[in-house]
């Protein structure tokens, strides 16, 4: 384990020896999001996000700030690639219905295949 994995888990208070399995993605996605506040405050600001996998850690985990859906499913997306689990990036539209297909593309999402099973994971 990679000593910015260790520190992921230490920030989320994931105890768990990590397999890619159903077990470890429940308990991973619950310590995430039970831990890691859903913040805006710099894209509300105007200032430069997160976007290198370096940036997000630094803030998410070292910094101990919460992040935006880009920030938030980036470091779990990393985090499952690190722990051997199948992942897929996807995007996706929040609030389509209401703004119509300007809204293609502006959330980003995770597909993890496991057991034969497509699992979308958003956190």
Known sequence: MTTELAAYFDRIGFEYSPRADGATLCAL????????PFENLD???????????????????????????????GLM??????????VTRLVAGVMREQAGDGQ??????LLVRLEGEDLLVDV
């Open 29 to 36: 996605c619950r310590a995430h999001i039970n831990t890691i």
């Open 104 to 109: 293609l593309g502006n959330h980003p999402c």
């Open 77 to 86: 997306g990393w985090a499952l690639d690190e722990i051997g689990f199948d």
């Open 43 to 73: 894209v509300q600001l105007g200032r430069k996000t997160a976007r290198s996998q370096a940036e997000i850690h630094d803030k998410l985990v070292s910094r101990q700030r919460g992040g935006w859906c880009y920030e938030q499913n």
